[in-house]
């Protein structure tokens, strides 16, 4: 089973499904928020997502027009998103603590990837906006 959690532990979780799909998403509010050039999630079971401990620290920002963004309060480790009716859809990979083995998908918003990380040339669809569901 896939578990994870922030960088200092607080926030602990596990995966009673295996994770879905992987991707990457290079939008400007990614980068924002992850402080890198591109952020890799894994899609998953709606619901599949149970806390171990900490769900009390975990906090969210949410745009008028997306997702909420969820980490822990306490370190700031980004950890998945939820759709506005709470829903959690996605984990950051970087919040998992093992490879669960997903070959990505796609990558998304590569019209406003960091012009200091190219985009690297892996052979996936790559689409300027966000990827057609
Ligand atoms: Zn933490
Ligand atoms: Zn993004």
């Given at each position: 089973m896939s578990t994870g959690g922030c960088l200092c532990g607080g926030v602990r979780f596990e995966l009673a499904e295996p994770p879905v799909s992987m991707t990457y998403c290079h939008c400007t509010r990614c980068q924002r928020r992850s402080g890198t050039a591109a952020s890799a999630q894994a899609r998953i079971e709606p619901g599949s997502l149970r806390f171990?401990?900490?769900?009390?620290l975990v906090k969210g920002w949410k745009p008028d027009d997306g997702f909420e963004k969820c980490f822990c309060s306490t370190c700031g480790g980004q950890l998945f998103s939820k759709s506005p009716d709470g829903t959690i859809w996605s984990v950051r990979m970087g919040a998992l603590d093992e490879d669960p083995g997903l070959t990505p998908t796609h990558r998304q918003y590569v019209a406003y990837a960091a012009t200091w990380e190219p985009v690297p040339d892996d052979g996936i669809p790559h689409y300027p906006e966000a990827a057609p569901r």
């Open positions: 171990l401990r900490g769900e009390e």
